[in-house]
């Protein structure tokens, strides 16, 4: 299965070649995998349905980690191949003509709608959690290329940061909630996490709990749910035939699967079947009210599949044996009846140059097969028998209507009814002859076009006509679910049940329906009434708003930009980290002797007195000399404790340091830059925190001292083992000898200073104030090579 | 076996001695630092091959035994990292040499850039290998000594003055920690870090969070740290590309790994974990917002990168070994793609002649390759999958989400960060690679062929960029033996007793 | 500098003196001249450079060693730089026009040779030894000493040249401004 999915990718890699023969033939090309993935899903029927365990396979990528590759091939599976594959290959068929033939969009297209459809094949064959999220985000990211294509266009770029933004938000909850459930549970293998909640050993507890509402989050997201919803009629920016398959057919499925993969383990838990429960019930309303107002068909439809999919989330949570079967069969009948309508509406588009519903008119007398398809279709998503949708609501209604759960069950009716009143939209605003519009003059529609659409439709219609084949899927996906009782472990999927209260509620679905389109100008007026500020779409808009103004102003209150500042938090962070534990955990020994040697207090004082003076001074000059000063007073301070040689090289190396000071003196003004007189306030803290973190270091010195236990570890060997090096000062020794590389290092140093300063000072040599008064850098001229190479 | 332990450290000196004498030969200094930085990577990988079959490769330098003289640890961490950090520099060096900064003009060689390159080198390999707290410093004082160099070499007032920024900042974090050793030494009379574990557990509670302290404010100004963080971003965006990439790639890296080694190695277990939390929490989010409001380029890259730091301290703070195994991954991971996306930031500046990502446009059409280039990285930096960033990160979850309540909530913000992140390189997608074209900026200073403003590039720029981001795609594709031995070496650190008996014997 | 290095020699007079080794040759700043210090530089230059040469020698023995060596012989540069300008750049060194950057690469170089040279012998890396040299007993960390020494005078000749580069002209070019 990792080979199908892998030859996807490939194949999609390598299409831009054969785009550039030609853009018809690449489509082509793309459209031979996902038909063979159909091929290979329905030649695998048998071993699906049979009694032994579903083909499987596993790759391992890092067993550290926990990460493999892990596909099984279920009836949900199948039903999803069916979609992911049978419809991709009839989209990417249909994306050949609808591009056209010199389409600079094209090459792009079909590359990345093969791609896609890999990641969409790893995503739904996926039986470990790690390997469904990893195809989910690819999926996420194909999404965001498809929708925003070239980028010319403000619309398509929002979009499409939009659709990315919120699904990867819920992308990543769920990858934070896969690895707590993973961990908690000791697997990511799907199959082994169903099957140990199904024995009473899944994870437990409240953090357990908390990865599976993060998962749903994901799941909820990625499905475009009541509050995420608004990213998928954005997406609807893309080309009709991307919105077809990714934004109805396959991808805004992901999260349904994923509800229906983890149902059988977490349905009795009141955290994950509420949600998705009320969510669900939410979404279908709130999709199907806004269809029932949309003009644009494309947003018509991207509302209604909003709708369904809250429909098949309410129903694939349901955990309940009935309930299971609807939810595989309105899967599958929502691919097969939602693909071919986006097709439809691609179709219109194309001939007449619109897609608004004011605009069109007559086109059911010009273009009659069309209408007949699209008819076909929406007579599915209505519910109307003989169709697939039928034997899906038929299930779903006896599912709640069985249990007594009413207020599903009525809420699901409110949804059909919807449902049928904007399929009945639909129809009317496509195909209707309107009075007072003028009558659509269509060019004509080439097979390419209408064949795939036609083949699409009519799957439903002869699925809608033969339950058994979907039965026998549907009944093996729910098996998975506990029977509460007969009537559940029995139920088939029939197009008659005898007279029922499903059917009633069948009937008062398809009545109310066509009544509510009829009355379609009354409905608009209480939508209009009903308008009001909040909507999704604005909670959206203001939160990412707001993050990026909050990122400004923290950005902003932080990066001051002024060095002063940053000393200060430096410090402050010393202060407040390592002092505070200095506070609570020091203790100053017993005695602390004030000298060692009397002479050291006189150059105590010296340094003391002039670091002092230090901080007055306003020439530089002098500073140099203090600085010198102090540094003379503590190679004394080496003389007196018997370092000679440390005291030699600290005189020297000062004796240079004030030479080199002299070279660059002569370069600077005379005097410190008194700069913007800073407020006496501003003086006084930055003395308190200097004192108080000199302080700091003191006294840690006195206590760190004082906790010494044994003597160092190192004294005495060095002075014991300096004749073994050769040497009768140990300070010799331990330079070239026991830390030779230190030495090395610190001349390595001392190398990289002198060049530095040479490279620094003979590049700025040369720089000029331009005319814009832009320093142009010198560094390139000849005379500056001839001088650093030198 | 032992003397291939100094290799990484004494053939840049080597190199650089010989690159400063033959100053005069430009391509003789180039083959020269090519030569030793193949050499270190070779020796490298050897290196990680016997420190993972036989434990730790230790080397007492003149032959004296471990307090008295300095060791050199070549351990399955330090090793990795060596590989991967020479691997990077490797790669910029070359992108340097085509960027031609590393000469005045084909012909005329430099005294500073491959000398100094080298010595960086140097620095970084002796951190990774050191096995003693003084080295260590030695090893810091190189590397920054170097990156003084090269952030203000060839340059004007205006960079000079953002990176003296970077230089006050990094002389006062060597005064800290040049004070800390002395604090250490004081308290425990050594400077070995072996044997620095065994005296610091004898000391009382309180001066061990001291100590510990003082080592996670003194590294955290290396590594960036939120509140210590805020030179980065000011002082890293202005300098030339290869050199941003190198610093960003390696010079946090390496103060992370020294909060990494002396915290599992001589603070262990009594290790301020919630401390760390909270400071991985801040840096994670401050950075990442910080991303969000810019629109320079290079700028909105260093922030991602002090974002990034929160993520490895986040496994530091985890305090077991997944905790440390993971950070040791991302490490890795992240020294790779920083890098890279700092050279490839090069190539988009140098094509448009602008930093600002609001002028330029339309790049995905004009150079798909480019976009390729951009991309890649940019997704491996946010943790999409299967990318590497995403097989670190997992490791960090996973580390995390076994750990305690406090650990899982953080991991909430790893996952936030990373929304952030991609967020952030998202904006930079659809401003510049999507949208109108836009010409490019004219040129306004032909001399300086450093940062912008010239649409001079070769293919060995592209070469060395896309070498990288292959590496990055390897290291995704190798994530099963990799993580295997980061799990044995965060195993390592945590059990210390591989370390402590290879050193001390 | 009065005669220019490149001018040809006679095969006969091959050795016979360019110039005057030590002193820093003509002033180019005529104005302005201590001749107190410039007189005391002839004699103590080459007395420092014995020195530091014993500093670098005795430091196995006696404070010294090639750190401390090298900064006074380094001084001693300073010394003569200060008194006789003489200043662009390379000449400042001596006749030799033995450039700053090479004496640090020699220094350097010197260091990586002894730290290698005990590995051919089967040795630790950096180890030393004691070698009898002449009848005199050499401890081979010695070496490392010169490099040290050698690297510090090249140090310290390339700050003289950098950052005392242009001396005289930003004097001529401030003059009566002052610091």
């Known amino acids: 299965m990792l080979a199908l999915v892998v030859a996807h990718l490939v194949v999609a890699a390598l299409l831009p070649l054969v785009s550039r023969r030609s853009r018809r033939a690449a489509f082509g090309v793309a459209a031979v995998l996902p038909a063979a993935t159909l091929v290979w899903g329905l030649a695998n029927l048998p071993a699906v349905l049979g009694p032994g365990p579903a083909p499987s396979e596993t790759h391992v990528w890092a067993s550290a980690l926990h990460l493999e590759f892990g596909f099984r091939l279920d009836a949900l599976g199948v039903v999803m191949i069916v979609l992911v594959g049978g419809l991709g290959a009839l989209i990417l068929a249909y994306s050949a003509w609808y591009f056209g033939k010199d389409s600079r969009d094209a090459p792009r297209n079909s590359a990345l709608l093969l791609a896609f459809a890999g990641a969409m094949l790893g995503l739904v064959l996926a039986d470990d959690l790690l390997t469904l999220y990893l195809f989910w985000e690819l999926t996420s990211i194909a999404s965001f290329l498809l929708v925003g294509q070239g980028g010319l266009h403000r619309a398509n770029r929002r979009a499409a940061v939009q659709a990315l933004l919120v699904t990867v938000m819920g992308g990543l909850a769920m990858l934070l909630g896969i690895v707590i459930v993973g961990e908690s549970a000791g697997t990511y293998r799907i199959s082994e996490i169903v099957a140990a909640a199904q024995q009473g050993a899944g994870p437990a507890g409240g953090l357990a709990a908390t990865g599976i509402v993060l998962i749903l989050i994901g799941a909820l997201t990625k499905s475009a749910q009541f509050p995420f919803h608004p990213w998928l009629p954005g997406a609807m920016a893309a080309p009709t035939p991307v919105s077809a398959y990714l934004h109805a057919a396959s991808m805004v499925k992901a999260g349904v699967v994923l509800v229906g993969r983890l149902s059988p383990a977490f349905a009795d838990r009141s955290y994950w079947w509420v949600p998705i429960a009320v969510l669900g019930l939410v979404t279908m309303l709130v999709g199907g009210w806004r269809a029932l107002h949309e003009t644009d068909l494309k947003r018509l439809l991207a509302f209604g599949t909003v709708s369904q999919l809250g429909f098949l989330m309410v129903l694939f949570g349901s955990g309940d044996r009935i309930g299971e079967i609807a939810a595989l069969t309105m899967l599958l009948a929502h691919g097969l009846f939602k693909a071919p309508l986006f097709m439809v509406v691609g179709i219109v588009d194309k001939v007449t140059g619109t897609r608004e519903v004011g605009a069109l008119s007559g086109l059911g007398r010009r273009l009659p097969g069309l209408a007949a398809a699209a008819t076909l279709a929406a007579a599915s998503m209505a519910g109307i028998p003989f169709l697939l949708g039928f034997l899906g609501k038929e299930a779903a209604f006896e599912a709640f209507v069985h249990d007594g759960d009413w207020v599903l069950a009525l809420g699901l009716l409110l949804g059909s009814i919807f449902t049928v009143a904007y399929s009945a939209r639909f129809l009317w605003g496509a195909f209707a002859t309107k009075a007072g519009v003028e009558a659509t003059e269509p060019r004509p529609v080439v097979p390419g076009l209408s064949v795939p659409t036609w083949i699409a439709a009519f799957t439903g219609l002869v699925l809608g006509c033969v339950p058994p084949l979907t039965d026998a899927l549907a009944r093996n996906y729910a098996a998975a679910y506990p029977a509460e009782d007969a009537v559940a472990a029995d139920y088939h999927l029939a197009l008659w049940h005898g007279l029922s209260l499903p059917l009633l509620f069948s009937a008062v679905a398809l009545i109310v329906g066509a009544t509510l389109h009829l009355q379609r100008a009354r409905v608009t007026g209480l939508h209009t009434a009903l308008r009001h500020p909040l909507s999704a779409q604005r909670g959206y808009e203001v939160t990412v708003g707001g993050i990026e103004r909050f990122a400004v102003w923290v950005t902003g209150r932080i990066q001051a930009g002024s060095l002063p500042v940053y000393l200060g938090v430096l410090l402050l962070t010393v202060l407040v980290l390592p002092g505070l534990a200095l506070v609570f955990g020091g203790t100053l020994p017993a005695t602390v002797p004030g000298y060692g040697s009397l002479m050291q207090l006189p150059l105590g004082l010296v340094i003391v007195a002039c670091a002092a003076a230090l901080t007055r001074v306003r020439r530089r000059f002098t500073a140099v000399l203090l600085v010198g000063a102090i540094g003379y007073a503590i190679g004394g301070l080496f003389v007196v404790d018997g370092g000679p040689d440390l005291a030699l090289a600290q005189f020297l190396v000062e004796t240079l340091t004030m030479v080199a000071f002299v070279f660059v003196l002569r370069r600077l003004p005379a005097h410190f830059d008194a700069g913007p007189r800073v407020g006496r306030g501003i003086q006084l803290r930055k003395a308190a925190l200097a004192t108080v973190a000199g302080v700091f270091v003191a006294v840690a010195a006195v206590v760190l001292s004082g906790a010494r236990q044994e003597p160092p570890a190192v004294s005495g060997e060095f002075v014991a083992r300096a004749p073994e090096a050769g040497a009768d000062n140990v300070i010799a020794a331990i330079l070239v000898d026991f830390r030779a590389l230190d030495t090395v290092g610190e001349i390595t140093v001392l190398l990289i200073a002198a060049a530095g300063t040479a490279s620094l000072v003979l590049a700025t040599r040369h720089d000029k104030k331009g005319k814009s008064g832009r320093v142009e850098s010198g560094g390139g001229t000849p005379e500056h090579e001839e001088e650093i190479a030198g | ?505 | 500098m009065t005669a220019t290095p490149e001018q040809k020699i006679p095969f006969e007079q091959w050795d016979a003196p360019s110039g005057e080794w030590t002193l820093p040759g003509a002033c180019p700043v005529r104005t302005n001249r201590t001749l107190l210090l410039e007189a005391a530089t002839r004699f103590l230059f080459p007395v420092v450079l014995v020195f530091s040469v014993y500093l670098l020698i005795v430091g196995h023995y006696a404070p010294g060693g090639g750190f401390q060596g090298g900064l006074t012989a380094g001084l001693a540069f300073v010394l003569r730089y200060i008194a006789g300008g003489g200043s662009e750049g390379v000449e400042i060194g001596s006749r030799l026009r033995l450039r700053p950057p090479v004496l640090m690469g020699t220094g350097l170089l010197l260091a990586m040779i002894t730290a290698f040279a005990p590995v051919l012998v089967g040795r630790p890396v950096l180890s030393s030894a004691k070698v009898s040299f002449l009848g005199v007993e050499v401890v081979s960390s010695l070496l490392l000493d010169v490099g040290v020494y050698l690297l510090i005078i090249g140090v310290v000749l390339d700050l003289l040249r950098s950052l005392g580069s242009g001396i005289e002209r930003d004097a001529e070019a401030g003059q009566g401004e002052r610091p």
């Open chain 2, 1 to 505: 076996m032992s003397t291939l332990v100094t290799l990484p450290v004494l053939l840049p000196i080597l190199g650089a001695a010989l690159s400063v004498i033959f100053v005069r030969q430009a391509t003789l200094q180039r083959l020269i630092g090519i030569v030793v930085l193949v050499a270190v990577c070779v020796v490298a990988a050897v290196l990680l091959v016997a420190a993972d079959r036989t434990g730790p490769v230790v080397v007492e330098l003149g032959g004296w035994p471990a307090p008295v003289g300095i060791v050199l640890v070549a351990d399955r961490l330090s090793a990795l990292l060596l590989l991967i950090s020479t691997v990077v520099t490797l790669a910029v060096l070359v992108y340097a040499i085509d960027q031609r900064i590393s000469d005045y003009g084909r012909d005329t060689a430099s005294t500073t850039f491959h000398p100094i390159f080298l010595l960086l080198s140097t620095g970084v390999s002796l951190a990774y290998l050191t096995g003693d707290l003084f080295s260590l410093f030695v090893a810091f004082e190189i590397m920054l000594a170097a990156s003084y160099v090269l952030i203000t070499r060839r340059t004007n007032a205006e960079r000079i003055r953002s990176g003296m920024t970077y230089v006050i900042i990094s002389l006062t974090s060597s005064l800290l920690f040049l004070t800390t050793i002395a604090l250490v030494y004081a308290s425990t009379g050594t400077v070995n870090l072996a044997d620095l574990a065994g005296r610091v557990a004898a000391l009382p509670p309180g001066l061990r969070t001291l100590l510990s302290m003082l080592t996670i404010v003194t590294f955290g100004i290396k590594a960036a740290m939120v509140p210590l963080h805020f030179w980065l971003p000011d002082s890293y965006p202005n300098a030339p590309a290869p050199v941003t990439a190198l610093f960003a790639g390696l010079l946090t890296k390496v103060g992370i790994y020294a909060l990494l080694r002396t915290q599992t190695l001589i603070f262990p277990g009594d290790g301020p974990s919630a401390v760390l939390l909270v400071l991985a929490v801040l840096t994670m989010v401050v950075g990442a917002l910080g991303a969000l409001a810019q629109n320079d380029l290079n700028r909105l890259l260093s922030f991602l990168l002090v974002s990034h730091i929160g993520f490895m301290l986040f496994g530091l703070a985890v305090d077991d070994a997944r905790g440390a195994a993971g950070t040791a991954l991302y490490i890795v991971h992240h020294i790779t793609v920083q890098a890279t996306l700092f050279l490839v930031s090069g190539l988009i500046t140098r094509r448009t002649g602008t930093v600002s990502i609001d002028q330029m446009g339309g790049l995905a059409r004009r150079s798909p390759v480019l976009a390729v280039l951009f991309a890649v990285p940019a997704l491996t930096l946010a943790g999409i999958p299967p990318t590497s960033g995403f097989v670190a990160k997992l490791a960090l979850l996973q580390a995390g989400a076994a750990g305690t309540v406090g650990t899982v909530v953080v991991a909430g913000f790893v996952v936030l960060a990373s929304l952030l992140t991609l967020w952030a390189v998202v904006r930079v997608w659809i401003r510049v690679f999507w949208g109108a074209d836009k010409e490019p900026l004219p040129d306004d200073d032909p001399h300086d062929e450093l940062v912008i403003g010239t649409s001079k590039t070769s293919a060995p720029m592209y070469v060395a960029s896309a070498a990288l981001v292959a590496v990055s795609i390897a290291i995704a594709a190798a994530a099963g033996p990799l993580s295997a031995v980061t799990e044995r070496a965060g195993a390592d650190l945590i059990a210390r007793v591989p370390y402590l008996e290879a050193v001390l014997g």
